[in-house]
């Protein structure tokens, strides 16, 4: 394998990009990268089962929903930290502070999978909102609505999801000063 000195930047064309000298100052053939660098063997997996893109070129297995960033990403982190707020604050106060979940859906998964149907549930809900959001908001843009409806129901979801959550924790305020009282 050819090395340069680190003195002397290695020509462009022929660096990963990965600073002056490529990968840790040895140069790199264009497109290649230098980790990446084993290839599939006549009988591999890839070679056996091409992806359906490779099967029919010009045509993407996934649609462009799923191939592009998404359109609200801070508003999503707020509902995906609030929902995970949920689950804990949900398992706190069912497992220490001796409450039932009022939810029967959410109630009748604790039933079925512990604390991972309450999870597995959670997470599903997840899906279908952020899938709504992007959806509708998709639509919106194609439409050209003056308004993000998409936006709005991130934002609301946030607002509808955080409901429980200040209940929780004003339910576990209560009980906590109840227990210094007690004492």
């Known amino acids: ?11 462009p064309a022929t660096t990963s990009g990965i600073g002056a ?6 140069p790199t053939p264009a497109g290649h990268h230098p980790i990446e660098s084993h290839s ?11 992806t359906p893109s490779a099967a029919l070129p010009g045509l993407s297995p ?16 707020w509902y995906v930290l609030v929902c995970a707020l949920d689950l804990m604050l949900t398992n706190t106060v069912i497992h220490h502070a001796g409450a039932i979940e009022v939810n029967r859906i959410a109630a009748r998964a604790i039933e079925l ?4 149907g309450l999870i597995g549930l959670k997470v599903c809900t997840m899906i279908v909102v952020l899938l709504a959001c992007e959806l509708i908001g998709e639509a919106c843009v194609r439409k050209g609505h003056p308004r993000d409806t998409g936006l709005k129901l991130a934002e609301w979801a946030v607002a509808i999801s955080a409901i429980p959550v200040v209940l929780t924790l004003l339910q576990l305020a209560f009980v906590a ?3 210094l009282m007690l004492s």
Do not use: I, K, Q
Request: some cysteine; proline content about 14%; aromatic content about 16%.
């Open 62 to 77: 996934w649609p462009e929903l799923f191939r592009r960033p998404v359109r609200y990403p801070n508003a999503y982190c």
């Open 113 to 116: 999978g512990d604390f991972w």
């Open 40 to 50: 599939e063997p006549a009988g591999s997996h890839a070679a056996r089962f091409p």
């Open 1 to 11: 394998m050819m090395t340069t000195p680190r003195s002397t930047p290695a020509d």
């Open 177 to 179: 000063a109840a227990n």
């Open 21 to 26: 000298g490529g990968f840790g100052g040895r």
